[in-house]
């Protein structure tokens, strides 16, 4: 059974730049989780979805948005990029209740 | 308060070694998960746990839920074991706007030397 993929595995962009960064959970898991891990900090929630719908956010600013499809993959946008959006991006699926299963990162690094 | 706190920071071992990291939290949880981060940054997850001890291989996970404090235990270390240890909590209820996600422990830095 495949794990939670992320794509792309890593990423340069520009500053003021925006950039998708794709998340596909475990085959039957409807929730899926975005993190945030920038260098030297711990990781941070950005958002959750579930079904769906967006069920929490972090403390982040809206221009940090993202979207759950129908077949439960996800898509996590940053508008504006600025240099401290340099980070790794970690995606976890859910089947629901306090399960998570992580996807490797998408290394993104803003110049 | 709904902070995750671990200990140690960092921590360095010779192989061989028994080793110990922990972990505390300040409020009821439905789970715990022990998370490894080796340096390329990708998270495989050790263990969840809700009560009692977890055992896989060289590695043992226990949970006192009274004392809202988990361990995670690495019998004959090897240089392999080297990584990052992170220690993350669900809330049974919804703390400082947690609801849903995991909150996480700022990790220990293993490094276990030849």
């Known amino acids: 059974e495949a794990g939670v993929t992320q794509s792309p595995t890593h990423l340069i962009k520009t500053r003021g730049q925006q950039v998708t960064l794709r998340c596909s959970p475990i085959?039957?898991?409807?929730?899926v989780y975005w993190y945030q891990q920038a260098l030297g900090l711990g990781l941070q929630f950005l958002l959750w979805y579930d079904e769906g719908e967006e069920r929490n956010r972090g403390n982040f600013p809206p221009r940090f948005s993202g979207r759950q499809f129908p077949n439960y993959s996800s898509e996590l946008n940053v508008n504006a990029l600025e240099l401290e959006d340099s980070a790794l991006y970690l995606c976890?699926?859910?089947?629901?209740?306090?399960?998570?299963?992580f996807g490797q990162g998408t290394r993104l690094t803003v110049v | 308060k709904n902070e995750v706190e671990q200990s140690p920071q960092n921590l360095t071992a010779q192989e061989g070694e028994f080793i110990t990291i922990n972990c505390s939290y300040s409020v009821g949880i439905s789970a715990l998960h022990w998370l490894q981060q080796h340096p390329g940054g990708g998270i495989v997850s050790l263990f969840m746990l809700s009560s009692g001890k977890k055992k896989h291989g060289r590695l043992i996970a226990t949970i006192n839920i009274q004392e809202k404090h988990s361990s995670l235990h690495i019998t004959a270390s090897h240089p392999r074991d080297s990584a990052v240890y992170i220690c993350a909590v669900k809330y049974f209820r919804d703390y400082g706007g947690s609801q849903g996600n995991l909150i996480f422990g700022k990790g220990t830095k293993l490094s276990v030397k030849p």
């Open positions: 976890a699926s859910s089947p629901g209740g306090p399960q998570a299963f």
């Open positions: 085959s039957g898991h409807t929730s």
